[in-house]
């Protein structure tokens, strides 16, 4: 009886043990790396994940595959197509954008894949919310679980697609905004450095992490920290065309094209802010 009690009593150890090495954060890990590596992704978009990180990324933001989560401006949808399948079963994807044309390669991944889960839920989105938008209304405040923004800190300093003012104020209002209570906002851009000229956050794509916190911090959230996940030291952040010298855009084309593939895509910032609760 003795041994049969020692047995079980080792069993259960080895039960809960397992249970802590298998918790919640290796689940979510796992359903992330399946999301990553479903079919449905586009070859081109998965060799970029040796820069982008997204199982490390989207773990370090804390995103749940229950959690309400809204993509500024997805561009091309590089990680619509791992934030769908991920968000499927339990979780709501919204992708926002100025107007329905910032939606066209979302539109392009829903048409191509109908049936592929998390694909036809999709909801649509306007950011930042002005009046002339087109067809598309702001994500309903309050709502979300995570903001997500990929590379667009600088669109925003630059004034993209419109007239030339920076926006980001209201770009990281309208975020803390739709936002429960509590809810994360993560952030990934490409860094200039600290002792750079500021003038050059609004040409060269590069931003500093510091402008970052302080446009966050001034709408209202709080800083919790930084992943190193996404730099890449051999980025010096003073190329004279900018940070579309490096890879993926190469905009000097075949000039020192081995040069800049063998540097990589730029360093990044990736930094986690919380609406307070």
């Known amino acids: 009886m003795r041994q049969i009690m020692i047995a079980t009593a080792i069993a259960t150890t080895a ?5 802590v090495a298998t918790g919640a954060p290796a689940t979510q890990r796992h359903t992330l790396q399946s999301a990553v590596d479903a079919p449905t992704r586009t070859p081109a978009n998965v060799t970029r994940d040796q820069y982008r990180h997204p199982v490390e990324t ?12 809204v993509e500024i401006w997805p561009g091309g949808g590089w990680y619509t197509e791992i934030l769908a399948p991920y968000l499927a079963h339990g979780g ?5 954008s100025p107007g329905p044309e910032g939606l066209g390669g979302v539109q392009k991944l829903m048409t191509a894949h109908p049936d592929a889960p998390g694909y036809a839920a999709i909801r649509t989105a306007a ?3 002005r ?8 994500v309903p405040d309050g709502t979300a679980d995570v903001v997500l923004t990929f590379r667009n800190v600088h669109n925003w300093r630059m004034g993209y697609q419109r007239d030339g003012q920076d926006y980001s104020p209201q770009a990281f209002e309208q975020m803390f905004a739709m936002l429960k209570p509590g809810g994360t906002l993560g952030v990934v851009d490409h860094r200039l450095p600290e002792d750079a000229d500021s003038a050059r956050e609004h040409s060269s794509g590069y931003v500093k992490v510091s402008t970052v916190r302080r446009l966050a911090e001034e709408a209202g959230f709080e800083y919790v920290g930084a992943s190193e996940v996404n730099a890449n030291p051999a980025d010096t952040a003073d190329w ?3 940070v579309w ?3 993926p855009t190469l905009s000097l084309r075949d000039q020192d094209r081995e040069r800049y593939l063998a540097i990589g895509e730029s360093d990044r ?3 986690k802010f919380r609406k307070p609760a």
Do not use: C, I, Y
């Not at 709501?92 to 926002?96: G, I, K, P, R, S």
């Open 15 to 19: 039960l809960a043990v397992a249970s």
């Open 58 to 69: 989207l773990g370090f933001f804390g995103v749940s595959p229950t959690d309400t989560v």
């Open 92 to 96: 709501t994807l919204w992708v926002a």
């Open 127 to 129: 950011f930042p919310a």
């Open 131 to 138: 009046a002339a938008t087109e067809g598309l209304a702001p």
């Open 240 to 242: 004279e065309r900018g």
């Open 245 to 247: 010298t490096l890879p």
């Open 269 to 271: 910032m990736t930094l």
